[in-house]
């Protein structure tokens, strides 16, 4: 898989949860526009392509510098068309290493418990797969060296589209500065611009089946 620099670059049930009404105005607008077109596209996507994106993105995960060094790692379950091995959470859990996994809230906002192997993993509501384990609160997610983030598409900027319900974005601003971040996505998912309003962070990286680009 080739690495690239981002600069100039051009589902179903998932693990960010949206919410009708989250966002309002211009920009919102045209992100409701792209998203509903990259969430048909996903639903395209037959199972051997997401077989072998699944495969391909471990493989790139797993080899990343930064999770060699991280001792916490922020994470999600990948379901439905989500770009990502089911396995997330093994494919990164490592010796010495936490992996904590989301619990979507009442409130669309997002708790932390930890990954204690696929027994720990239970059916939750919107199609989700959560944790079953302690809640170690919100903040939680501000221990973590790397945080894999669901998304629908990253811009030449590192700016991410997600499916409009806000968990990600209040996970983001909570982060700490020098982590890492990444967003698992397939083949085309990588667009000349996503509408940015004022809370929108930039990632560090996006991976897709064929693409490693840093921001």
């Known amino acids: 898989m080739g690495e690239q620099n981002g600069s100039g670059g051009t589902s179903d049930a998932v693990g960010e949860a949206a919410a009708p009404g989250a966002e309002a105005g211009g920009a919102a607008d045209a992100k409701r526009a792209l998203r509903a077109r990259l969430l048909a596209a996903r639903r395209a996507t037959d199972a051997a392509e997401r077989a072998y994106a699944a495969r391909a993105l471990g493989v790139s995960l797993a080899g990343l510098p930064e999770l060699a060094a991280a001792r916490t790692v922020a994470a999600y379950v990948p379901v ?41 993993l239970a059916d939750a509501g919107r199609g989700l797969r959560e944790p079953t384990g302690r809640r170690l609160g919100p903040e939680a997610v501000a221990e973590a060296d790397v945080v894999v983030l669901p998304g629908l598409a990253v811009d030449g900027h590192g700016m991410r589209l997600g499916r409009g319900g806000g968990s990600y974005d209040r996970a983001l601003v909570r982060i700490a500065p020098e982590a890492f971040t990444v967003v698992l996505l397939y083949d085309g998912e990588l667009v000349d611009a996503v509408p940015a309003e004022a809370h929108d962070r930039p990632v560090r990286a996006a991976l897709t089946p064929g693409r490693t680009v840093r921001y």
Do not use: H, I, T
């Not at 990502?84 to 997002?110: C, K, Q, S, T």
């Open 80 to 120: 439905g068309s989500e770009p990502g091995p089911r396995d997330l959470a093994e494919v990164l859990a490592g010796p010495g290493r936490r992996v904590l996994l989301p619990v979507l809230m009442p409130d669309n906002d997002l708790d932390w418990a930890l990954y204690e192997g696929p027994g720990s």
